[in-house]
């Protein structure tokens, strides 16, 4: 309350600086535009004929820096990596006076071998394609920076975690079953990897969206990617892990219990790259200046919070967006919403047994929960910039665990140094030699003396004639560095042992902290994770694999298994391990916060004849808070006085938007045909276009917030919605309604919406 004359002036003043904030951001709102556009300018109608230098890349979009293979910058632009001139050549570079025929005898006669145009053009085509990635195959990446915040130097060294320190990076996401062209909303894990191009050299943090991994010991990773991959005889199902084999193994090699019930969460479906957190997995080993050790564990934690998808919106976007994640890191990246990460690490001090608190920290199926050892934030990651060419980018990027600067070192976890050899094997094939590291994308911002020569796709031109050392005709160059600045492996002890193929004892509990994160979840996961091993199990054939796997489901929480087994139609059994009681790590669910709203998807749905006077409010209102407005319209073009219409009722689906405003009870337009769009349905008489209708029962389905003004609210009638039912508002306006829809957008969701049978 306002109760002195000096408060009042104060609060006036504060209330007038509120109101020029967000007058200025309605501003800024206003200037903004829906991103996707393929261009960087908007085509003319004719084929242009006027000979023009390659348009520029657009505003969002960067290539790798301008680096030669040897790391030392060129001040060239970095669009000089691009097609130069305005003239189609050959790949020597001689101008070409036509490509649309080849060069035959006579017009009908036949194609002549001399044709070194034709026979360059589709050679090269012939070899357009590089071999997949073997996991990890689909995946998009994006540029950005790392700003250190200067904490970091009482256990880690590492030059890009001081103060203020800015480092470029390149981060690529990615699923892991699938093949380079399947869907990205599969269930599945992500990859998280990020490459640091520091000033003493490239450091990579190669991590994954969920902290624990379902094996312990590299030896195995053959073993779960093939029975994760599609089956070999018949190669299905592409992308997935609701099937046999995957359960087969799963519930054979109990370590995969604790992965498997991340992916079965709703961690294995995110909403958004932008809205996944990281993990390094592995627990590393930093030093310090004085050479001190500490013990590590990574972790990203994204600015807008952890969210995911429902399992009935990830599958009909595997139909409706298939590249729904890639899309929305672009179109983020493009609407100036760019995602932000911190990094941080848990520490553990580094003593012989390798464990905190009971938790063996060289089991990568364990974590260490956050409430036992907080995330402490070291620095700042930015994504700004989109790649100019996938290929090139984020297809070429290739990342190792084993690219580690000083101060950053492994640990002796099994599945940690199967990986050190992995990497640079397979990129070997994948990228047709050793001289990956050249490859634009890949080179450092380091100087490089390597002494490696030759090979295939050398781009570097050595020169000298001692490749070796010692020597003395290069005049002894290259020279050892001192310690100081070099990267030196922390000198741990390694206790005299007898070679042996096992793990120590303490790799044995594979249940326990599985129950802890069943502990951890609120009721709705908990739907949400019962839900998933019921479907999954139930595209399984064979019931002994079921059987197997509600064995292990018992050992984790008899509850679940029970439901799962209900689910199934089959007995759930009783437990038949004794698994310690787990208390809950709160950090683990993902409800209870509000978030920022950067980025995200709102349908406004209008009826041409109603009112639109708050339309254009309404998105000026979305753009300003930094949302992407979509008009969602019976027809493409424009609606009422210039409103530019993104999705019509026939194109646009729910899952595409986070939430959905209706400004209109458009009636059914002349195409809600059921004979045209099956999404019509039956009854195309109805007050309301039957696929509008369908919008709005999928996202409340989906616990979306949902709100109307106008007319809209008869829309809401028609479906049975009611305006003082949960998550929907109702106000006077557009703007008024945007101000209320956001606030239960930062929820994510309309949690209570979601029924739970707890
Ligand atoms: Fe990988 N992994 N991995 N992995 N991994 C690859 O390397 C491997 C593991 C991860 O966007 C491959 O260049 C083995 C854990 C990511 O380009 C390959 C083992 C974690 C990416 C490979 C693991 C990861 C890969 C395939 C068990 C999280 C994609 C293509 C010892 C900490 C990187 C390639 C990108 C890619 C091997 C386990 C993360 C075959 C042998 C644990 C994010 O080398």
């Known amino acids: 309350m306002v109760d002195k004359p000096g408060e009042f002036a104060a609060a006036a003043v504060s209330k007038a600086a509120e109101a020029v904030e967000k007058a200025a951001k309605m501003v800024e709102g206003m200037k903004r535009s829906v991103p996707g556009a393929p261009s960087s300018r908007p085509p003319s109608l004719e084929e242009p004929t006027e000979p023009r230098e390659p348009l520029p890349p657009k505003k969002d979009q960067s290539s790798p820096e301008t680096r030669t293979p040897t790391g030392a910058e060129t001040r ?45 053009k589709v050679m090269h085509f012939d070899h357009e394609r590089i071999p997949e990635r073997v996991v990890h195959a689909r995946g998009a990446g994006a540029h950005g920076s790392f700003i250190g915040y200067g904490n970091a130097d009482d256990v880690c060294k590492a030059a890009f975690l001081r103060k203020d320190v800015e480092t470029p990076v390149f981060v690529r996401f990615s699923t892991v079953v699938g093949s380079r062209g399947s869907a990205d909303t599969v269930r599945d894990t992500r990859g998280f990897a990020t490459k640091f191009y520091t000033e003493e050299g490239t450091y990579d943090l190669v991590g994954n969206n969920i902290p624990v991994f379902f094996i312990q010991d590299g030896i195995k990773f053959p073993d779960i990617v093939h029975a994760a991959k599609p089956h070999p005889d018949r190669e299905i199902p592409q992308a997935q892990s609701a099937h046999d084999t995957f359960w087969d193994f799963v519930s054979l090699h109990t370590e995969a219990q604790h992965h498997t019930m991340w992916n079965m969460s709703d961690r294995g479906i995110p909403r958004s790259y932008r809205t996944m957190e990281g993990f390094g997995v592995h ?29 009935e919106e990830a599958q009909m976007l595997s139909g409706v967006d298939p590249d729904f994640h890639r899309r929305d890191l672009y179109d983020a990246i493009e609407a100036g919403a760019h995602p932000q990460w911190e990094l941080g690490i848990q520490t553990f001090p580094d003593v012989p047994e390798q464990t905190f608190e009971g938790i063996d920290l060289l089991d990568p199926t364990k974590l260490v929960p956050e ?11 930015t994504l700004d910039a989109n790649p100019t060419n996938f290929f090139a980018e984020s297809e070429q990027v290739a990342f190792h665990a084993g690219h580690l600067v000083p101060g950053i070192d492994v640990t002796d976890d099994p599945l940690l140094h199967a990986r050190l050899f992995s990497y640079l094997d397979t990129q070997l094939t994948r990228l047709g030699g050793p001289n990956f590291s050249q490859i ?77 994160f069943w502990n951890s979840m609120s009721p709705v996961e908990q739907e949400h994770i019962i839900n998933a091993y019921t479907f999954e199990l139930a595209k399984c054939y064979e019931p002994v694999i079921r059987e197997r796997q509600l064995q292990a489901l018992a050992n984790i929480d008899p509850g679940l298994c029970a439901k799962v087994a209900e689910g199934l139609g089959m007995p759930a059994p009783p437990a038949d391990l004794k698994v310690a009681s787990a208390d809950p790590s709160p950090a683990l669910s993902q409800l209870g916060q509000t978030w920022p709203l950067d980025g995200r998807m709102v349908a406004i749905v209008v009826d041409a004849e109603g009112d639109l006077s708050g339309v254009n409010d309404a998105r000026t209102a979305l753009f300003a808070a ?70 709005i029962t999928e996202a409340w389905r989906h616990a979306k917030a949902i709100g109307a003004w106008g007319t809209g609210s008869d829309a809401l009638t028609a479906t049975g919605i009611d305006a003082s039912d949960l998550g929907i508002v109702a106000a006077e306006n557009g703007s008024d309604v945007v101000e209320a829809l956001l606030v239960l957008m930062g929820a994510h969701r309309v949690w209570d919406r979601f029924a739970t049978s707890a």
Request: aromatic residues 6%; proline residues 8%; negative net charge.
């Open 371 to 381: 409430e036992l050892a907080p995330v402490q934030p070291l620095g700042l990651l």
């Open 76 to 120: 060239a632009a970095r669009d000089a990596l691009g097609q130069q001139g305005e003239w189609l050549t050959t790949s020597q570079g001689v101008r070409l006076y036509e490509t649309d025929h080849s060069l035959k005898a006579g017009e009908r006669g036949p194609t002549l071998l001399q044709d070194h145009h034709l026979r360059e």
């Open 440 to 516: 634009p994308i890949n080179r450092p911002h380091a100087p490089v003396n390597d002494m490696l020569r030759d090979g295939f796709m050398q781009q570097g031109v050595h020169s000298g004639v001692a490749p070796y050392r010692p020597n003395s005709l290069d005049g002894g160059c290259p020279f050892h560095a001192g310690t100081d600045s070099a990267f030196v492996e922390a000198p741990v002890t390694v206790p005299a042992a007898t070679k042996v193929r096992d793990a120590p004892a303490s790799f044995d509990d594979h249940f326990s902290q599985v129950r802890m």
């Open 626 to 695: 930094g949302i992407v407005p979509l008009v969602v319209a019976a027809h493409g073009g424009t609606v009422g006085d210039g409103i530019e219409v993104q999705r019509t009722f026939g194109t646009a689906r729910s899952v595409e938007f986070d939430a959905v405003l209706i400004a209109g009870c458009p009636a059914p337009s002349p195409d809600a045909l059921t004979a045209r769009d099956a999404k019509s349905g039956a009854d195309t008489n109805a007050a309301l276009d039957p696929r509008v209708a369908l919008l």
């Open 283 to 311: 627990t590393f080993r930093l030093s310090n200046s004085d050479g001190a050790t500490t013990l590590v564990k990574f972790h990203w934690k994204p600015k807008l919070g952890v969210h995911s998808i429902t399992w």
